[in-house]
């Protein structure tokens, strides 16, 4: 049986290809075959081939209370404990009046690199160019999207950069865009690809990516809370946690699985919500290297009176409009239970999970370890 044409058979008699080509019996393939608020036409157009569904777990963490305001958070993980730690954490930051988040500013970065630059000549004229023309260039990208106008976004700035491969000299512009309540990935590219058809023939060299930057850098949140010494378990807890985070802060190979349980929170409102973990993911790690050392994406310091000061931040481009979000039933459910209202909220709630995930995580291992906790929900399946 051959797999040609495969991407313009139905769902069901791709699954009958599969399972003839594979040998595995009907029922086992008919796992696929489950029903959901999603129509199999639906699912069809969402990514390609598609076979069917695979179902993962959507929970609800309690206790958060962010920026003085309640909330549930829905996530979809499929790794037991995360949404118990979660909660324990935000019950434990509520008795000192829960997480402050900051404000966000929701500017995203688009990329333009221009290649071929033959001389110290062509250089300057890119340069001067740009410097020159950047006004014009932001009112004719704003003109390509009046909504986002409408709603005070736009294209901000554009800024001018200089790397080198070996000799070779690459321009990149850095286009500066508030996406709103969008994640952005669509406004970005839109934009920088309609910059760069206008640059090609104003300037010298090859314009080659147009593309985003998921380092995120002018869109971070920043999340704090006080955990109580007595809740947490006492000061030596208190002090086994902080030397957790000397680990981390000092060994990147330690940073990375700190991080990591970091991601379990964010990943899981950003599955939950409709928004994409793999960017999320990425502006996370290159944002913990960006001093040149892979660093942990939270903080801690001992509080006067003992307790523990946990901070976090990091790049956090979700959105609660556009793409994916505006589309799948079950992220709408999830900004419903959320009641977020703006992708900034969103956000700063999202920071405060992860925190409150990595609090969770470094008390198990500065007490009881956590396999104890983890075999113990893992044993229920
Ligand atoms: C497991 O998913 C996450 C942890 O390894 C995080 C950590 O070690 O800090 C428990």
Redesign the pocket.
């Given at each position: 049986m051959s797999l040609s044409k495969f991407y313009k058979k139905s769902i069901k008699e791709r699954r009958l290809i599969i399972q003839s080509l594979k040998d595995i019996p009907l029922s086992e393939m008919n796992l696929l075959n489950h029903e959901s608020y999603i129509p199999n036409d639906k699912l069809d157009l969402m990514i390609e081939n598609v076979l069917g569904y695979y179902p993962l777990p959507f929970g609800i963490a309690t206790h958060f209370n962010v920026n003085k305001k309640e909330y549930l958070i829905p996530m979809v993980i499929e790794?037991p404990s995360v949404v118990a730690a979660a909660s324990k954490s935000a019950k434990i930051a509520k008795i000192h009046g829960g997480f402050s988040s900051g404000p966000i500013q929701p500017l995203m970065i688009g990329q333009i690199q221009i290649c071929n630059i033959d001389s110290k000549e062509e250089r300057n004229e890119i340069f001067e160019y740009i410097h020159k023309n950047k006004d014009n260039l932001i009112c004719f990208l704003n003109k390509q999207d009046p909504v986002l106008i409408e709603h005070n976004g736009g294209v901000k700035d554009i800024q001018i950069r200089e790397i080198t491969n070996n000799d070779q000299l690459f321009i990149i512009l850095h286009v500066i865009v508030d996406v709103r309540d969008a994640m952005g990935a669509n406004i970005i590219n839109t934009m920088v690809e309609r910059l760069a058809d206008k640059l090609r023939p104003e300037i010298p060299g090859r314009i080659n990516l147009r593309i985003i930057s998921n380092l995120a850098i002018h869109r971070v949140a920043k999340s704090r809370a006080i955990f109580d010494k007595d809740a947490l378990g006492g000061k030596e807890i208190v002090k086994n946690i902080l030397d957790a985070y000397f680990f981390a802060l000092n060994d990147p190979f330690r940073a990375a699985?700190?991080n990591?349980?970091i991601m379990?929170g964010i990943d899981a409102v950003a599955i939950a919500t409709g928004n994409d973990f793999r960017a999320l993911e990425a502006g996370a790690h290159a944002f913990a290297s960006f001093s040149g050392q892979y660093l942990p994406l939270t903080r801690y310091f001992l509080h006067p009176e003992g307790h523990l000061i946990g901070e976090i931040e990091l790049p956090l481009a979700m959105g609660t409009i556009g793409g994916m979000i505006s589309k799948h039933p079950g992220a709408q459910l999830s900004l419903k239970i959320m009641d977020i209202n703006s992708a900034e909220e969103l956000c700063q709630v999202t920071a405060a999970v992860g925190l409150a995930q990595?609090l969770a995580?470094?008390r198990a291992?500065a007490d009881e370890g956590?396999q104890k906790g983890h075999m113990k929900l893992h044993k229920r399946i």
């Open positions: 790794e699985t700190h990591k349980g379990n990595n995580a470094l291992l956590i």
